[in-house]
């Protein structure tokens, strides 16, 4: 152990005020472990557009009571120089390791920094923070989250008073202020912060209610998972309140729980997390199953297919997302769709199709959010916004609610999701996406995928011509810079290449489009024509071809 670490450690323990942390850091120095503790404060947690996020422990690297205390106190100096200070700071926090913890501690120190602050009682989905910023006409929210990061860490996002992720230059500006806050014992903290439940989670459900019509179809059976987080509670009211039966839980996930004991990773993307849901579905014969990831931002839909293994199958983001498309758009609303890059080329064609202004945004609905005039917006990891009015961030419980509104208008009229996806293939031709994405241990195998890929570009994806490579990293008219490649691919094909922004993985987003030269959905091919089933299958084909070869490029 080098003498710097070690006096950075022992200074660390000086001033941490959390005696689980200087437990864990003073076994760390009597063991001497090194590697730990040089990873631990080599560097520390970087503080960008996602805010922070990172594995709870002792150490400027990782999520802890002092990391978050100086967030907070370089929130305030932030807000306080930038003339933010006419309203409250909104703070709310999901049920992982320390969140309440770390909730209370943002709220002392904006109480000491003499501005306002509001804690919620309890744990809630990051949407009912987002939607009470604009309620309470706070001038800025914090929510105590890693979404569905693995159970070992948590993170610190921070929105302004528009109610919408920051993005730069704020996050930069916040970044310095947090880097230029003094020993921790400088750092004023108050106790007579205000607390707020009932008011602002009634408000909430209130609004989602209104979104169902009184007359909307409700006949519905949905099995339901919260997967240990943090939704069921607001979710069960809302299906209430919008009138319809309340949904079968899943009884091993049904209560939070830090540690996610059943599934591997908290995450409705992952495979097997939605396991459980789907076989609680099978059992009670049900229309449909949903699940929100731990935090309650993104909804996840499965929906019975008799071609599918277990005769379920989970719809990909993108297809809930044209669904969701069509079904809001269809009224020509006055306003904008948008979706990320990474996300499928569809709903600018649904757009297009009822005289709707499509725009496409960086990753992340920091970015979506913000769009001016939004009447809907998503992102392929399952992301939504269906009531940008109200909620300018993603929202997987509005987003289950008009679910349920879809599936039962759907039920109503004798057919399925399913069948809803084959029309729009028929109309628009079939989207069909997937994700390579690899987890890595060492970061830096990223950015060798990267430049390998910009050293040797490939000229050829499985099937297709690589028409054109855009460096996402040199920024457009319509982007700013982000690390990432577009490489546009004949016959509408498109892949996108960019390192997570929340994990330590590699992903790489593709579509092919392939026409439905039929409007029979049998999958038989006769004729010259192309049923929907025969396009699944060769698209499915052109997307693996697609995968190997890129995959190959990046050497991954």
Same mark, same amino acid.
């Given at each position: 152990?080098?003498?710097?670490?070690?006096?950075?450690?022992?200074?660390?323990?000086?001033?941490?005020?959390?005696?689980?942390? /200087?437990?864990?850091?003073?076994?760390?120095?009597?063991?001497?472990?090194?590697?730990?503790?040089?990873?631990?404060?080599?560097?520390?947690? %970087?503080?960008?557009?996602?805010?922070?996020?990172?594995?709870?422990?002792?150490?400027?690297?990782?999520?802890? /009571?002092?990391?978050?205390?100086?967030?907070?106190?370089?929130?305030? @100096?932030?807000?306080?120089?930038?003339?933010?200070?006419?309203?409250?700071?909104?703070?709310?926090?999901?049920?992982?390791?320390?969140?309440?913890?770390?909730?209370?501690?943002? @709220?002392?120190?904006?109480?000491?920094?003499?501005?306002?602050?509001?804690?919620?009682?309890?744990?809630?989905?990051?949407?009912?923070?987002?939607?009470?910023?604009?309620?309470?006409?706070?001038?800025?929210?914090?929510?105590?989250?890693?979404?569905?990061?693995?159970?070992?860490?948590?993170?610190?996002?921070?929105?302004?008073?528009?109610?919408?992720?920051?993005?730069?230059?704020?996050?930069?500006?916040?970044?310095?202020?947090?880097?230029?806050?003094?020993?921790?014992?400088?750092?004023?903290?108050?106790?007579?912060?205000?607390?707020?439940?009932?008011?602002?989670?009634?408000?909430?459900?209130?609004?989602?209610?209104?979104?169902?019509?009184?007359?909307?179809?409700?006949?519905?059976?949905?099995?339901?998972?919260?997967?240990?987080?943090?939704?069921?509670?607001?979710?069960?009211?809302?299906?209430? /309140?919008?009138?319809?039966?309340?949904?079968?839980?899943?009884?091993?996930?049904?209560?939070?729980?830090?540690?996610?004991?059943?599934?591997?990773?908290?995450?409705?993307?992952?495979?097997? @997390?939605?396991?459980?849901?789907?076989?609680?579905?099978?059992?009670?014969?049900?229309?449909?199953?949903?699940?929100?990831?731990?935090?309650?931002?993104?909804?996840?839909?499965?929906?019975?297919?008799?071609? @599918?293994?277990?005769?379920?199958?989970?719809?990909?983001?993108?297809?809930?997302?044209?669904?969701?498309?069509?079904?809001?758009?269809?009224?020509?609303?006055?306003?904008?769709?948008?979706?990320?890059?990474?996300?499928?080329? +569809?709903?600018?064609?649904?757009?297009?199709?009822?005289?709707?202004?499509?725009?496409?945004?960086?990753?992340?609905?920091?970015?979506?959010?913000?769009?001016?005039?939004?009447?809907?917006?998503?992102?392929?990891?399952?992301?939504?916004?269906?009531?940008?009015?109200?909620?300018?961030?993603?929202?997987?419980?509005?987003?289950?609610?008009?679910?349920?509104?879809?599936?039962?208008?759907?039920?109503?009229?004798?057919?399925?999701?399913?069948?809803?996806?084959?029309?729009?293939?028929?109309?628009?031709?079939?989207?069909?996406?997937?994700?390579?994405?690899?987890?890595?241990?060492?970061?830096? +195998?990223?950015?060798?995928?990267?430049?390998?890929?910009?050293?040797?570009?490939?000229?050829?994806?499985?099937?297709?011509?690589?028409?054109?490579?855009?460096?996402?990293?040199?920024?457009?008219?319509?982007?700013?810079?982000?690390?990432?490649?577009?490489?546009?691919?004949?016959?509408?094909?498109?892949?996108?290449?960019?390192?997570?922004?929340? %994990?330590?993985?590699?992903?790489?987003?593709? %579509?092919?489009?392939?026409?439905?030269?039929?409007?029979?959905?049998?999958?038989?091919?006769?004729?010259?024509?192309?049923?929907?089933?025969?396009?699944?299958?060769?698209?499915?084909?052109?997307?693996?071809?697609?995968?190997?070869?890129?995959?190959?490029?990046?050497?991954?």
């Amino acid at each position: 152990m080098t003498d710097d670490v070690k006096a950075a450690a022992e200074a660390w323990l000086r001033e941490d005020p959390d005696p689980d942390t /200087r437990a864990e850091l003073t076994e760390l120095l009597a063991a001497g472990d090194t590697a730990e503790l040089a990873d631990r404060f080599a560097g520390t947690l %970087e503080f960008g557009t996602a805010g922070l996020r990172g594995a709870v422990g002792a150490g400027p690297n990782r999520m802890n /009571r002092v990391v978050v205390i100086r967030a907070a106190a370089g929130l305030a @100096a932030y807000l306080k120089a930038t003339g933010r200070t006419d309203g409250p700071v909104l703070i709310g926090y999901d049920a992982r390791h320390k969140s309440d913890v770390f909730a209370q501690d943002t @709220a002392a120190v904006i109480r000491g920094a003499g501005l306002d602050a509001v804690l919620l009682d309890r744990p809630a989905p990051t949407p009912v923070v987002a939607f009470g910023i604009r309620h309470l006409h706070a001038v800025a929210g914090v929510v105590v989250t890693a979404s569905h990061n693995p159970p070992q860490d948590n993170g610190y996002k921070v929105y302004l008073g528009d109610g919408s992720q920051i993005v730069p230059p704020a996050d930069a500006e916040i970044a310095a202020a947090i880097a230029a806050v003094g020993p921790l014992a400088g750092v004023p903290r108050g106790d007579d912060w205000q607390t707020i439940g009932d008011e602002l989670l009634n408000a909430y459900l209130d609004r989602i209610a209104e979104l169902v019509p009184a007359d909307a179809p409700r006949d519905l059976n949905v099995a339901y998972t919260p997967l240990h987080g943090v939704g069921r509670t607001l979710v069960e009211a809302a299906v209430a /309140r919008a009138g319809f039966a309340a949904p079968r839980v899943v009884a091993t996930q049904a209560d939070p729980d830090p540690d996610f004991p059943t599934v591997a990773f908290p995450n409705p993307e992952e495979p097997g @997390a939605i396991d459980a849901a789907l076989e609680l579905a099978r059992e009670i014969d049900a229309d449909l199953a949903v699940a929100n990831d731990p935090d309650a931002d993104r909804c996840a839909v499965a929906v019975p297919d008799a071609a @599918a293994d277990g005769g379920w199958r989970m719809l990909r983001g993108d297809e809930l997302g044209a669904l969701l498309g069509e079904f809001l758009l269809s009224s020509r609303p006055a306003g904008v769709a948008a979706c990320s890059i990474v996300s499928s080329s +569809l709903l600018g064609k649904i757009a297009a199709s009822y005289g709707v202004r499509y725009v496409e945004t960086l990753t992340g609905f920091k970015w979506i959010g913000r769009v001016p005039d939004l009447v809907f917006g998503y992102e392929e990891a399952l992301g939504y916004c269906v009531d940008p009015e109200a909620v300018k961030d993603k929202d997987g419980v509005s987003t289950l609610v008009r679910v349920l509104q879809l599936a039962a208008q759907a039920k109503a009229a004798g057919r399925t999701l399913v069948d809803l996806l084959d029309d729009l293939a028929v109309k628009h031709g079939l989207h069909a996406t997937d994700q390579l994405s690899v987890r890595v241990e060492d970061l830096s +195998l990223i950015a060798q995928a990267m430049d390998r890929l910009r050293a040797t570009p490939p000229t050829t994806l499985g099937s297709y011509t690589v028409e054109r490579i855009d460096d996402l990293s040199l920024g457009s008219e319509s982007l700013p810079p982000t690390e990432g490649l577009r490489y546009t691919l004949s016959d509408g094909a498109r892949v996108v290449v960019r390192p997570s922004g929340t %994990e330590p993985k590699l992903k790489c987003y593709l %579509e092919v489009v392939v026409p439905v030269t039929t409007g029979v959905t049998t999958g038989v091919t006769t004729g010259g024509t192309t049923g929907v089933g025969a396009a699944r299958a060769q698209a499915a084909t052109a997307l693996a071809a697609v995968k190997t070869d890129l995959a190959a490029a990046a050497g991954i």
